[in-house]
């Protein structure tokens, strides 16, 4: 089994910084790697597809980037509804795993 | 738009089954562009694949490592929808439990459309 890690486990941050979180992959998953975003209450919402490409909808102010076992997920100016918890996600031919998450909050 | 409305109790008593169902609207069990899914979230565990059905000119079933020999995925092509049942549960499989369609073709995943979750407790 390929097993995520991501850090920080949570973070606090402003209104308007600079927001980034790692992921890192126990062997090279290329760029089979999404990132998704969990409020409190609701299922998790597809953000980034395949490392790097925005899905349909979202915002541009979240990015990512990475190959091979090391990615990260951007949020370039942190917005008061962007607090959530952040997942990424690695699949391969037996199906996928979840990172633990990312908790977000403002400071 | 596509929706997934899951049904199913919410308690199952320790080595019983538990079985759950979620009726698609928008798209169809039976596309050869989407894979539907078991996905479970807990504390302990988080975010976990369970399966997933899909039919590419058949039906084919791939079923998480961790739970193999106790699930079944099945699709229903009249109802339009898919069922989960996982045996022998105990508390461990105490969880919010989400069906979600996977619109990735070619081995991609997108997990892009969920059901609204069912709070599936394991206690006698």
């Known amino acids: 089994d390929i097993q995520m890690t991501q850090s920080p486990s949570s973070l606090s941050a402003s209104v308007g910084d600079r927001v980034t979180i790692t992921c890192q992959a126990s062997?090279?998953?290329?760029?089979?790697l999404n990132w998704y975003q969990q409020k409190p209450g609701k299922a998790p919402k597809l953000l980034i597809y395949?490392?790097?490409n925005l899905e349909t909808g979202v915002p541009s102010r979240f990015s990512g980037s990475g190959s091979g076992t090391d990615f990260t997920f951007t949020i370039s100016s942190l917005q008061p509804e962007d607090i959530a918890t952040y997942y990424c996600?690695?699949?391969?031919?037996?199906?996928?795993?979840f990172g633990p998450g990312t908790k977000v909050n403002i400071k | 738009q596509v929706q997934l409305q899951q049904s199913g109790p919410g308690l199952v008593k320790p080595s019983q089954t538990l079985s759950l169902t979620c009726a698609i609207s928008?798209?169809?069990?039976?596309?050869?562009?989407?894979?539907w899914n078991w996905i479970r979230q807990s504390p302990s565990r988080g975010l976990e694949y369970l399966g997933r059905?899909?039919?590419?000119?058949?039906?084919?079933?791939d079923y998480a490592v961790s739970v193999k020999s106790r699930i079944t995925i099945n699709p229903d092509t009249s109802k339009n929808q898919f069922s989960l049942q996982l045996n022998s549960v105990t508390p461990e499989d105490t969880a919010v439990y989400y069906c979600?369609?996977?619109?990735?073709?070619?081995?991609?995943?997108?997990?892009?459309?969920w059901g609204q979750g069912t709070l599936v407790t394991v206690s006698s």
């Open positions: 979600a369609r996977d619109r990735g073709v070619y081995g991609a995943v997108r997990i892009d459309y």
């Open positions: 928008g798209d169809s069990v039976s596309s050869n562009s989407a894979a």
């Open positions: 059905t899909y039919y590419r000119s058949k039906w084919y079933n």
């Open positions: 062997q090279d998953i290329s760029n089979y």
């Open positions: 395949d490392a790097s």
């Open positions: 996600q690695q699949y391969d031919n037996l199906g996928f795993t």
